[in-house]
C-alpha cells in the first residue's frame, strides 16, 4: 500500500503548479451550448488528454455527434485492484450578462476575500473545471510521489452537460464494457458548508404527468349553462385536491409501497446539521414545511416523496373575465420518489385515482413526461464508510451523508446501463454563482479537495 | 275601453303594408360597432323618428357621444292610464363572414320554407328590427283604428345595444324623470318554442371575482423545495374543490341567504316543457347535470345560484415539462346569482371562505369583477298575469313562465336607475341566427308578435 502522507505532502508543495495548470484549463472557452464555441470545447478536450496523458494515463479523444468525450484509463498497482470510474464535465455555462462580472470570466485569478479566504474567480472554477482537476491533481500526486495509483482509475469527462448531454447516453451504450468499472465517483456535487464535507447518498426520482380533463366538446357561456354543465376546472381541481390528506401524505393508493424509513441515526445526523423550516424556508419567503406532518425539512425534502403541481391551465386566463365554462382543463403533476418506489406503478396509481373521479360524461386524457426510480445508496456500504471516514480526516468536521432532492440523470445512466453504484462526493459550496456572473470556488476547495480525493482513492485501496 | 277585435283585423290587413316598413328600415346598415356605418346608424334613428311622429308619437332624436338614442311618448286615453316604456334597439351586428349569407343581409327577403312557413331574411330581421316594429305596429294599428293608445305609451330604441351599450346608463341617468313609466316592456327575448310564447320572469345575477394565492416570493425548483415549500397551485385546488359539496351545493356560508324555493306549480309548469338532461346537454356532449342534486335542468339554469370557475392559471403551461414550484396560481370565478342573493355580502363570504384556507406563511389577493343583483318578477304579479293570459289567447299554446340563465343588463339599470320592473316578451326563436350569417325572423313570429302586443295593451289597459 503506497503511504498516504508524501502525497499529501506532494499536493501542498504543488499547490500553485496545480493552479496554474487549472487556469490554462479556465481559459479555455468551452461553452458547450453555443456552436460558436465549438473549436474552444475541442480544445478543453485536447487539454485533457494531454494532462492525463503527461500523468501516464492512456487517454484519448472521443468523437461524438456533439462535443467530444475525454476517456483515460490507469492500471492499478494489481490486476485485482478495485477499479473506480471517475466522471466529470469540461464544459462551462455561458456567461451572459457579461457586465455583471466584477472580472472577465475566462481569466481567471485568485481574490483575496479577507478573514483567511482566498477564492479562484471564473466561469468553470466551480462547474466543474475546478472540480474534476481536484482528482486529476491527486492522481498526478501519487504518481510523482509512488510511481503508480492505489487503485485502476478510468476517466470520462464530457462536454455537453451543459446542454443536456445529448450524446451521452449512447456513448455509454457503445462504450459500456470499456467504461464498466466497480463504482463511480461523480464530482459534480457540493460541501454541506466550508467546513462539512458531504457524500450524497439519496437522489430523488420523478415521475411527470400531464392531466387533460374534458367536458363539453365546446366553450359554453356560464349563464346559460351554469348550473347545468360540468366544469372540468372544478373536476380538475376536485382531483388535484384529493392528492394530499390534512396531514401533507399523498393519498394515492400503494404510493407509498416502496418507501422505507430513515434509520434513526441518519435522521439524528441530520437535526444536527440545523436545518429548520425558518433557516430553509425563510430565504424564500415562506416558514411553514408543506409535507408530511411531523418531520423534519431534510427528511421531507432528502427522503420522502412528494406530489406537486407544477402547472395549471383552463378557462379564460386574458386580462379581465370572461364568464366562459372551459371545454377542457390540464395540469402538469410530478411526483419526487424515494427508496423503491416505482415509477411506472406510480404512474398508472395516478391515472386510476384520477379516473375514479371524472365523472361519467367527461373524459380524461394523460400525456407522459419522463419517468426515472430514486437512487439510494445503502447507509451500511463499505464504500460509503470509506469515503466519509477519509473526508472526516481531512476537513475540520466529520462527512455527513446528505440526499438530494433533485436527481442527476448521469447517477441513474451509470446504474441502468453500467450496472454501477456512484459515490457523490464534490467541494463546491452554496453561494458559488454556478450558472450566474461571478462564479468562484474556494481555493480551500481546491486545495482540500485534491488531498481528499488522495485520501479517498487510499481508503478505496485497502 | 277601446275594442281589441279590429285593431287584430286592421293588423292582418295591414301585413304585407308593415312588412314594407320593416324592409325599408332593415335595408339601413345600422352596424353599431363599425364606425363607417356612423350615417347609417343615425339615419336608422331618423327613419324610426319620422315613422313614430307619422302615427302621432311626439318623437325625437337625442345625441349621445356616440350613436344616438330615439326617445317618443304618446299620451294615453286618460291622464291616470298606466305608463309603459318600451324598449328596443335600430343597431344590428356586423356581417361578416359575408360569403356564408344566402342572401345579401341588407337585402331583406321573405322565403317560403315550405310546410307553411315563411321567414324574413336579413341582418336585424330577428335582432332587434323586426321584434321593436311589431309593437311600433301594434301600436299603429290602435291609431289607425280607435285614433289613441289603450294606455300610455314612451318609447326608447338606442343604437348601441350591440356595442356594449356605452350611453346607455348615462342617458337613463339624465333623463330621469322623462323615461320614468309604471313598468318597461323589454323585446329583445325569444319564445319557448314556435308554438309557445314565453315571458322571462327571472335573470340570474352575477358577481366576479379574481383569486392569486402566493406562495414563495420566486418560482422554485421542485427538486429541492418540494416537500418543504408551500404550493400555491395546491392550495388554490383546495380552495376551489371545497366550494361545492358531494351533492353539488354551493359551501360559502350564507351563500343561499335570499335564494327562494320556486313554487311548485312554476316547477310543474317547467318540468312539463320536456327539457331533459339529455336535450339540454346531449348537443354540447354532456348527459349529467352537475349542479344540486334532485333538480331539474330549468331549475338549475334558471332558478338556483351557482359557483362557477371561469379560469384558472398557475406555474408552467408550455409544452413539455417544467420541475417547478409556482410562486404564484390565480383563478377566476362567479356566481350566477337568483331572487334576493346580496353580491356584496356573497363577495365578501367568498374571501372570508378563501382567506380561511390559506396557510399562514402564504398570501391572497382578490380583484373585483362586477357585481349585480338578480332580477326576480313576483310570480304573484298581476302585470305577469295579464300578460300570460294575453299571449295565451294569441298563441296555439299557453304561455310560459320561464327565466334565464345570464342577465340582460338594460333589466337591472330599468331597475336599478328608474326604479321600474320589465315585462320580457320577444317572439325570436332559439334558430333565429342572430349575430351570425343568414339571420331570420319567422313571418310568423312578426305577424302574431304584432297580436300580442295588441292584446297586451289590452290587457294591460284594463
Same mark, same amino acid.
Given at each position: 500500500?503506497?503511504?498516504?502522507?508524501?502525497?499529501?505532502?506532494?499536493?501542498?508543495?504543488?499547490?500553485? =503548479?496545480?493552479?496554474?495548470?487549472?487556469?490554462?484549463?479556465?481559459?479555455?472557452?468551452?461553452?458547450?451550448?453555443?456552436?460558436?464555441?465549438?473549436?474552444?470545447?475541442?480544445?478543453?478536450?485536447?487539454?485533457?488528454?494531454?494532462?492525463?496523458?503527461?500523468?501516464?494515463?492512456?487517454?484519448?479523444?472521443?468523437?461524438?455527434?456533439?462535443?467530444?468525450?475525454?476517456?483515460?484509463?490507469?492500471?492499478?498497482?494489481?490486476? %485485482?485492484?478495485?477499479?473506480?470510474?471517475?466522471?466529470?464535465?469540461?464544459? *462551462?455555462?455561458?456567461? $451572459?450578462?457579461?457586465?455583471?462580472?466584477?472580472?472577465?470570466?475566462?481569466?481567471?485569478?485568485?481574490?483575496?476575500?479577507?478573514?483567511?479566504?482566498?477564492?479562484?474567480?471564473?466561469?468553470?472554477?466551480? $462547474?466543474?473545471?475546478?472540480?474534476?482537476?481536484?482528482?486529476?491533481?491527486?492522481?498526478?500526486?501519487?504518481?510523482?510521489?509512488?510511481?503508480?495509483?492505489?487503485?485502476?482509475?478510468?476517466?470520462?469527462?464530457?462536454?455537453?452537460?451543459?446542454?443536456?448531454?445529448?450524446?451521452?447516453?449512447?456513448?455509454?451504450?457503445?462504450? /459500456?464494457?470499456?467504461?464498466?468499472?466497480? #463504482?463511480?465517483?461523480?464530482?459534480?456535487?457540493?460541501?454541506?458548508?466550508?467546513?462539512?464535507?458531504?457524500?450524497?447518498?439519496?437522489?430523488?426520482?420523478?415521475?411527470?404527468?400531464?392531466?387533460?380533463?374534458?367536458?363539453?366538446?365546446?366553450?359554453?357561456?356560464?349563464?346559460?349553462?351554469?348550473?347545468?354543465?360540468?366544469?372540468?376546472?372544478?373536476?380538475?381541481?376536485? *382531483?388535484?385536491?384529493?392528492?394530499?390528506?390534512?396531514?401533507?401524505?399523498?393519498?394515492?393508493?400503494?404510493?407509498?409501497?416502496?418507501?422505507?424509513?430513515?434509520?434513526?441515526?441518519?435522521?439524528?445526523?441530520?437535526?444536527?446539521?440545523?436545518?429548520?423550516?425558518?433557516?430553509?424556508?425563510?430565504?424564500?419567503?415562506?416558514?411553514?414545511?408543506?409535507?408530511?406532518?411531523?418531520?423534519?425539512?431534510?427528511?421531507?425534502?432528502?427522503?420522502?416523496?412528494?406530489?406537486?403541481?407544477?402547472?395549471?391551465?383552463?378557462?379564460?386566463?386574458?386580462?379581465?373575465?370572461?364568464?366562459?365554462?372551459?371545454?377542457?382543463?390540464?395540469?402538469?403533476?410530478?411526483?419526487?420518489?424515494?427508496?423503491?418506489?416505482?415509477?411506472?406503478?406510480?404512474?398508472?396509481?395516478?391515472?386510476?385515482?384520477? /379516473?375514479?373521479?371524472?365523472?361519467?360524461?367527461?373524459?380524461?386524457?394523460?400525456?407522459?413526461?419522463?419517468?426515472?426510480?430514486?437512487?439510494?445508496?445503502?447507509?451500511?456500504?463499505?464504500?460509503?464508510?470509506?469515503?466519509?471516514?477519509?473526508?472526516?480526516?481531512?476537513?475540520? =468536521?466529520?462527512?455527513?451523508?446528505?440526499?438530494?432532492?433533485?436527481?442527476?440523470?448521469?447517477?441513474?445512466?451509470?446504474?441502468?446501463?453500467?450496472?454501477?453504484?456512484?459515490?457523490?462526493?464534490? #467541494?463546491?459550496?452554496?453561494? %458559488?454563482?454556478?450558472?450566474?456572473?461571478?462564479?468562484?470556488?474556494?481555493?480551500?476547495? #481546491?486545495?482540500?479537495?485534491?488531498?481528499?480525493?488522495?485520501?479517498?482513492?487510499?481508503?478505496?485501496?485497502?
Amino acid at each position: 500500500m503506497p503511504a498516504l502522507e508524501p502525497v499529501l505532502n506532494t499536493l501542498d508543495g504543488n499547490l500553485d =503548479k496545480s493552479l496554474e495548470r487549472l487556469f490554462e484549463l479556465l481559459k479555455i472557452k468551452s461553452i458547450s451550448t453555443d456552436p460558436g464555441f465549438k473549436a474552444e470545447c475541442r480544445r478543453a478536450a485536447e487539454w485533457l488528454v494531454d494532462d492525463l496523458k503527461s500523468i501516464g494515463f492512456d487517454a484519448s479523444i472521443r468523437d461524438t455527434p456533439g462535443h467530444p468525450m475525454v476517456v483515460a484509463h490507469h492500471a492499478g498497482p494489481t490486476p %485485482d485492484s478495485p477499479h473506480v470510474l471517475f466522471y466529470g464535465h469540461y464544459d *462551462v455555462q455561458p456567461v $451572459d450578462p457579461l457586465d455583471l462580472w466584477e472580472n472577465d470570466p475566462f481569466a481567471p485569478a485568485i481574490k483575496d476575500v479577507g478573514e483567511g479566504r482566498k477564492i479562484l474567480t471564473g466561469r468553470g472554477t466551480s $462547474d466543474d473545471k475546478g472540480q474534476l482537476m481536484t482528482f486529476v491533481e491527486a492522481c498526478r500526486a501519487y504518481k510523482q510521489v509512488h510511481g503508480q495509483l492505489p487503485v485502476k482509475v478510468s476517466i470520462l469527462f464530457e462536454g455537453e452537460e451543459e446542454s443536456g448531454s445529448p450524446s451521452l447516453k449512447p456513448f455509454l451504450e457503445a462504450n /459500456r464494457d470499456e467504461l464498466k468499472a466497480d #463504482f463511480a465517483l461523480v464530482c459534480d456535487t457540493g460541501m454541506w458548508n466550508a467546513e462539512t464535507p458531504a457524500i450524497s447518498v439519496g437522489l430523488r426520482g420523478l415521475v411527470g404527468e400531464e392531466i387533460v380533463v374534458k367536458a363539453a366538446d365546446r366553450d359554453l357561456h356560464s349563464g346559460h349553462f351554469g348550473g347545468a354543465a360540468a366544469n372540468p376546472i372544478r373536476i380538475l381541481a376536485k *382531483v388535484l385536491a384529493d392528492l394530499h390528506d390534512d396531514n401533507g401524505a399523498v393519498t394515492i393508493p400503494g404510493f407509498y409501497d416502496g418507501v422505507e424509513e430513515t434509520p434513526t441515526q441518519i435522521l439524528q445526523m441530520w437535526d444536527g446539521l440545523g436545518t429548520t423550516p425558518e433557516s430553509f424556508l425563510g430565504p424564500i419567503g415562506l416558514s411553514i414545511p408543506s409535507g408530511e406532518r411531523g418531520r423534519s425539512i431534510l427528511e421531507l425534502t432528502w427522503a420522502r416523496p412528494t406530489a406537486e403541481i407544477n402547472g395549471i391551465t383552463g378557462g379564460y386566463t386574458g386580462q379581465g373575465f370572461k364568464t366562459v365554462i372551459a371545454a377542457q382543463a390540464s395540469a402538469k403533476v410530478s411526483f419526487r420518489l424515494v427508496h423503491k418506489q416505482d415509477p411506472g406503478k406510480i404512474r398508472e396509481a395516478l391515472r386510476a385515482f384520477v /379516473r375514479e373521479r371524472i365523472p361519467a360524461d367527461c373524459s380524461v386524457e394523460f400525456h407522459e413526461h419522463g419517468g426515472s426510480p430514486a437512487i439510494q445508496l445503502s447507509y451500511e456500504s463499505p464504500l460509503l464508510t470509506k469515503a466519509k471516514n477519509a473526508l472526516s480526516d481531512e476537513w475540520p =468536521k466529520p462527512a455527513v451523508l446528505i440526499a438530494m432532492g433533485g436527481s442527476i440523470p448521469i447517477v441513474g445512466d451509470f446504474q441502468r446501463m453500467l450496472g454501477m453504484e456512484s459515490l457523490l462526493v464534490g #467541494f463546491g459550496l452554496e453561494d %458559488d454563482r454556478i450558472h450566474s456572473p461571478n462564479e468562484k470556488y474556494e481555493l480551500n476547495s #481546491f486545495h482540500k479537495g485534491q488531498r481528499s480525493w488522495a485520501r479517498i482513492l487510499a481508503a478505496l485501496a485497502k
